[in-house]
């Protein structure tokens, strides 16, 4: 991996120190030929005459007037209602009302001036009011033909109320629009006043004569109500009727914009409310995905794989802009460089111990080769996501990709090629994890739920809508909750290797030697560590955050194995003085299947003297077979606590 982040990082550098060679031997090659002698005193070209001099300052002026002109106003801070008052210190800089208003109208006055161009900071502090006085001013720049451009990282409802006076609205492609709408808050001091002994002393007249109600009542009375219902909805009206008007949309269209709250960059385009997505610093977004890739791959290395869904975003941008493959394969060259950094630093220990990282990784293709279940990895993970986000879930999420698959917006084809690219490469290995799907759930669930807000949407609105979505919402979640109920209420119980653990520490004389197995055991001793094997050999944390079962001391123990389970015969145990045989088996399940040649043997010496089950017979239930949680992903009855099916033999003899 430091030996691909070095190849990159040169790579990178050799073009660039190429590329600088070249424009330095070409300015060589230049200026070469006009090389002199030094002189020893000016020459007349160096030093123009009067006449000639003049003729050059009137060129240079000429081509400055030629110059296109754009009346430029940069408002980082707040508007101010009227000139700062005077000061010994001198004018504070700040920008009044009216001089912006005035100069606005010098600009659309000025022949000279071609268009008027307005970026708005994060600190304008604009209020609604001259919000609107402005845009006035704005519409009318635009109605005398000239173009005007307001630029904002992201707009509020004042700031997004000046731009739509422009006939260009620009924002940052990573920006949003958030238009929440109106609403007022009033305190009411009167129950704070009262505990403190304080009566305020006030006396209305006149029902809407409301002004002392702040002090004399806890709770606004019945006409203040009103009076302020109507101020809000004369304010939001306000709104809705001027970004209608001014950006030739409907009501209806700025109703939705406001009852959403918050449009991205994308959407706002797309429905009309800005013209032009902008990218100030085109590093910003390459470095913001490399980042997020590289912190992915850090949490789970199938992260990774949303490097997929950065390559679409990519493309889809590189489409737009027309760029060549060259520079495609730059910006995802950067991300690629930028997310192995990233994983390095949130993952040190892949950097510091690269034995230990080439064998994880190893570990993982080996795994993923290895068939361990009897479907193909797509089948499980389709299992997978069939039990375990309950089938009315995974039905949403499938309408919710047909409806991705319809639309085909930028977003929708991002998330698809994440979801195809990582189900294909997943599922293509012969051992999947039922766990790998679940970097799918909230992007599936995404689809869905957007999908289920369209539906509910074609819906009449009032009561019908209402009840539409209420039985939605009932529909996809009590299964979902009756699942997770049953799973809560199952894992708090005492699991049944803990069962075991303490049964033999009560009833295992001191020095006694038994042969427990390692995933479905209850223990291990000191020497299963020393060995090696499996997780035993905890000599990091990297490797003891594997550790299972628990260390026991006052007796020995020998691994049962998987091979140990073909025995037929009882003679190797008695030999190493083996006198307890512990049978649990790593592949999750009820413990009611066929018994293995050992148990067999064992059961023709004798009955087991403890047994712990973790069902009440044998329930039909689903597991992942390759996993060792000892917990049904569905088919919770007749569960009564997790683990797997234990049972402890004597040894006779």
């Known amino acids: 991996m430091r030996m691909l982040i070095a190849a990159v990082v040169l790579a990178v550098t050799a073009v660039t120190l190429a590329e600088e060679n070249t424009d330095s031997l070409g300015d060589a090659r230049t200026d070469q030929p006009q090389a002199k002698a030094p002189a020893t005193r000016p020459s007349a070209d160096e030093f123009p005459s009067p006449a000639e001099l003049v003729k050059r300052m009137k060129q240079a002026e000429q081509k400055k007037s030629s110059l296109t002109k754009v009346a430029y106003f940069n408002l980082t801070r707040p508007i101010e209602e009227k000139p700062a008052d005077f000061s010994l210190f001198g004018d504070d800089g ?10 606005l109208h010098m600009a659309q006055q000025d022949a000279d001036i071609k268009a008027v161009l307005i970026t708005l900071g994060a600190d304008s502090g604009i209020s609604f009011s001259q919000a609107q006085e402005v845009r006035n001013v704005l519409a009318g720049i635009v109605k005398s033909g000239k173009p005007c451009f307001v630029y904002a990282d992201s707009y509020d409802t004042p700031s997004y109320t000046l731009a739509t006076g422009a006939n260009h609205v620009c924002m940052l492609e990573g ?42 009542r806890a709770e606004a009375s019945e006409e203040l109500k009103g009076e302020l219902n ?9 709104i809705v009727d001027g970004i209608s008007g001014h950006r030739n949309l409907t009501k209806d269209e700025v109703r939705g914009l406001i009852d959403r709250t918050i449009v991205t960059g994308q959407a706002a385009r797309e429905q009309g409310f800005v013209d032009h997505l902008l990218d100030q610093d085109g590093l910003r977004p390459l470095l913001l995905n490399g980042i997020a890739l590289g912190m992915a791959t850090s949490l789970k290395y199938n992260g990774a794989l949303v490097f997929a869904g950065i390559a679409a975003a990519q493309t889809l941008r590189g489409r737009a ?25 949130t993952s040190p220990f892949l950097v510091l111990d690269p034995g230990m990282t080439q064998h994880g990784l190893g570990y993982i293709f080996a795994h993923l080769g290895r068939a361990t279940a009897p479907a193909i990895g797509w089948v499980q993970l389709s299992r997978a996501l069939w039990y375990g986000i309950d089938p009315v879930l995974v039905l949403l999420a499938i309408v919710g990709v047909g409806y991705a698959a319809w639309r085909r917006q930028p977003a929708d084809l991002i998330v698809l090629t994440f979801l195809i690219v990582y189900f294909l490469l997943i599922g293509a290995g012969g051992s999947v994890f039922l766990r790998y799907a679940d970097p799918m759930i909230p992007l599936l669930l995404l689809l869905g739920g957007r999908a289920l807000a369209a539906l509910v949407a074609l819906t009449s609105r009032g009561r019908p809508r209402q009840l539409a979505l209420g039985v939605a919402l009932v529909l996809i979640m009590v299964a979902p909750l009756i699942h997770d109920l049953r799973y809560d209420l199952l894992i708090q119980q005492t ?74 015969a009882l003679d190797s145990f ?4 083996i006198t307890y045989v512990v049978v649990g088996y790593e592949t999750p399940g009820t413990g009611c299947g066929t018994l293995s040649p050992l148990e067999q043997a064992l059961r023709a010496e004798g009955a ?35 683990g797997p099916q234990i049972r402890i033999y004597r040894l006779s003899g």
């Open 321 to 345: 802009e027309g760029v060549r493959w060259q520079r495609l394969l730059a910006r995802l060259t950067v991300t690629g460089v930028v997310g192995l950094v990233t994983l390095a630093l």
């Open 175 to 216: 920006g949003e629009i958030m238009v929440p709408g109106v609403g007022i808050e009033v305190m009411f001091l009167k129950g704070l006043l009262d505990k403190v002994g304080i009566k305020a002393d006030y006396e209305q007249i006149g029902e809407y004569k409301g002004a002392d109600e702040e002090y004399t």
């Open 608 to 642: 087991p003297l403890a047994t712990f089950s973790p069902t009440n017979g044998c329930p039909d239930s689903v597991f992942d077979p390759i996993d060792t949680y000892y917990v049904p992903l569905a088919g919770y009855g007749g569960w009564v606590r997790p």
């Open 94 to 103: 700040s920008l009044t009302l009216r001089s912006l208003l005035d100069r």
């Open 495 to 568: 699991d049944t290797r803990t069962l075991a653990f303490d049964w033999l520490a009560a009833h295992l004389p001191p020095g006694s030697r038994a042969a427990v197995p390692y995933m479905a055991g209850p223990s291990h001793d000191q020497a299963m560590i020393d060995s090696g094997k499996h997780s035993h050999g905890a000599t990091d944390l990297y490797v003891a955050s594997f550790l299972d079962s628990r260390l026991e001391s006052q007796y020995t123990i020998r691994e049962l194995t998987h091979d140990d389970l073909q025995l037929t």
């Open 574 to 577: 008695r030999r190493e003085g």
């Open 230 to 238: 109507k101020l809000t909805d004369a304010l939001y009206n306000q």
